[in-house]
């Protein structure tokens, strides 16, 4: 059997029917029995166990049947229909039933083809026409028992499970919209298997066509949804979750979130285009200054949007530096002056190397001739006076443990000979 068949239905899937099927109709015979009038006379305990209930124009009465589970799942549905309507059975126990129900009878033929095909008298690709012709036959099976709005409320039901919306809010319209949308997504990814099981299409152009698909889909999607209701539906990168509860403590307004997480969008989408662009050498000074420009834009736009305060603010609640010293301050014996203070010296350092880099840079691409044993001399000079001062004000042992977590970028946490290292002009 095809690998495309089995995963429309596997035996596992089967006995998941199956376990339907009796579930179901437990539930419609309870409903049938309840809805049994009281006057109707018992039967008696010999024939009880052969009998099952038909509709007659008095209500149900007891008509000998010796297998009356067994006529409930093999015979048609359109013969017992009436009467689970008349019993007021709703449409998704309705539709679980024939869904049961065809699956059985689909399984036979799927059965009697692997026989066949075991046989020589059939090609294993007539799986692949089988696995096609599934999901519409199935569709035209529910649609003949519910009408075309109640197939389409049973298919809405199904498809609307692809989408995590669970915590969000959206109205009837929009419902409609995002069935619409997962419907024709559906059905250009079924177009699309089928090309590529016929060869009218190779792997390359199905995987090109399937990409492109579910870049509309996405964008037709936030569209209906907007920008925040998008990103919840999505769960957020981890990084869209951090920046929202950092926008939280903030008190950033719904629009100040919007245009930071699509700046945030934004920038990651261009270093990943700048990495996976440039090979393996991402270690180059080119790259290094394209993705420090690339940095310095998204701190721009977020400066923009917030205001220079709350834009310092956010810096320090997204530095780790800074979050992990708030977290252990009492085990460490420090106050929020201490916590700032590190912070603002961790900052001067980091920015100062940055420049002084940028700037050594700079020089080299205009044909000077720069000394790198001078810059990484410089570099380790500043990166003790920086420790020593901080050491100076916190006291050996008080460092020693805030750097045994890791904390300051010094002696076993600084970076290694291979990353490129800023240091300040002048020392």
Same mark, same amino acid.
């Given at each position: 059997?095809?690998?495309t ?6 035996r596992?899937?089967?006995?998941k029917?199956?376990l339907l ?10 409903i049938?029995?309840t809805r049994s ?5 018992l *039967?008696?305990v010999?024939?009880?166990a052969?009998?099952?209930p038909t509709r ?6 007891r008509q000998p049947n010796?297998s009356p589970?067994f ?8 013969n017992?229909i009436g009467?689970l309507?008349?019993?007021?059975v *709703? ?5 679980g039933?024939?869904?049961s129900q065809?699956e ?17 008298d059939?090609?294993p690709?007539a ?5 096609r012709e599934?999901?519409d036959a ?12 109640g197939y389409?409320n049973w298919?809405?039901?199904?498809l609307m499970?692809n ?6 809010a959206?109205t009837g319209?929009e419902?409609n919209e995002l069935y619409d949308?997962?419907k024709n997504l559906h059905?250009r990814q079924?177009?699309?298997?089928e ?5 009218e299409?190779d792997?390359a ?6 990409g492109k698909?579910?870049e509309?889909f996405n964008?037709k999607l ?6 925040e ?7 957020g ?6 920046l929202?509860r ?15 997480l ?7 989408k261009?270093?990943t285009?700048?990495?996976?662009g ?13 993705l420090?420009a690339?940095?310095?834009a998204?701190?721009?736009e977020?400066q923009r949007?917030l205001?220079?305060n709350?834009?310092d ?5 997204r530095d780790?530096?800074?979050s992990?010293?708030k977290?252990?301050?009492?085990a460490?014996?420090?106050n ?6 590190a ?7 980091e ?8 700037q050594?840079?700079?020089?080299e691409?205009?044909?000077q001739t ?9 570099l380790?000079?500043?990166s003790?006076q920086?420790?020593q001062?901080l050491?100076?004000?916190f006291?050996d042992d008080?460092?020693n443990q805030i750097?045994?977590?890791g904390v300051?970028?010094?002696?076993a946490?600084? *970076?290694?000979p ?6 300040p *002009?002048?020392h």
């Amino acid at each position: 059997m095809s690998q495309t068949y089995n995963r429309v239905m596997n035996r596992e899937n089967w006995l998941k029917f199956s376990l339907l099927s009796n579930l179901v109709l437990a539930v419609v015979i309870g409903i049938l029995v309840t809805r049994s009038p009281k006057s109707q006379p018992l *039967p008696t305990v010999s024939n009880a166990a052969n009998e099952s209930p038909t509709r007659t124009d008095g209500g149900f009465t007891r008509q000998p049947n010796p297998s009356p589970v067994f006529k409930a799942r093999g015979g048609d549905w359109r013969n017992w229909i009436g009467d689970l309507r008349a019993a007021g059975v *709703p449409d998704n126990v309705i539709a679980g039933l024939v869904v049961s129900q065809f699956e059985e009878n689909w399984q036979k033929r799927v059965d009697e083809l692997q026989k066949q095909i075991d046989n020589g008298d059939a090609d294993p690709d007539a799986f692949q026409q089988l696995a096609r012709e599934h999901d519409d036959a199935e569709a035209d099976e529910v649609r003949a028992a519910l009408g075309e709005s109640g197939y389409r409320n049973w298919d809405m039901g199904n498809l609307m499970r692809n989408l995590n919306l669970k915590d969000i809010a959206v109205t009837g319209a929009e419902t409609n919209e995002l069935y619409d949308l997962e419907k024709n997504l559906h059905n250009r990814q079924r177009q699309l298997d089928e090309q590529r099981q016929k060869g009218e299409i190779d792997d390359a152009a199905y995987a090109d066509a399937t990409g492109k698909a579910q870049e509309e889909f996405n964008q037709k999607l936030k569209g209906i949804l907007g920008d925040e209701r998008f990103a919840t539906m999505q769960g957020g990168t981890g990084e869209d979750a951090s920046l929202k509860r950092d926008l939280k403590k903030l008190n950033a307004s719904d629009d100040q979130f919007a245009s930071m997480l699509q700046a945030q969008r934004d920038w990651m989408k261009q270093r990943t285009d700048l990495e996976n662009g440039s090979g393996t050498n991402l270690s180059s000074a080119a790259v290094q200054q394209q993705l420090q420009a690339i940095d310095a834009a998204r701190d721009q736009e977020y400066q923009r949007v917030l205001g220079t305060n709350a834009f310092d603010a956010l810096q320090m609640e997204r530095d780790a530096s800074y979050s992990q010293m708030k977290k252990y301050q009492s085990a460490w014996g420090i106050n929020d002056a201490d916590v700032n203070y590190a912070y603002q010296t961790l900052r001067y350092y980091e920015q100062s190397v940055q420049n002084y880099q940028q700037q050594e840079q700079a020089l080299e691409q205009q044909g000077q001739t720069v000394n790198w044993d001078a810059v990484n001399k410089n570099l380790q000079q500043f990166s003790q006076q920086t420790e020593q001062t901080l050491r100076n004000y916190f006291g050996d042992d008080r460092y020693n443990q805030i750097q045994r977590n890791g904390v300051f970028p010094f002696g076993a946490n600084a *970076p290694s000979p291979d990353t490129p290292v800023h240091a300040p *002009p002048g020392h």
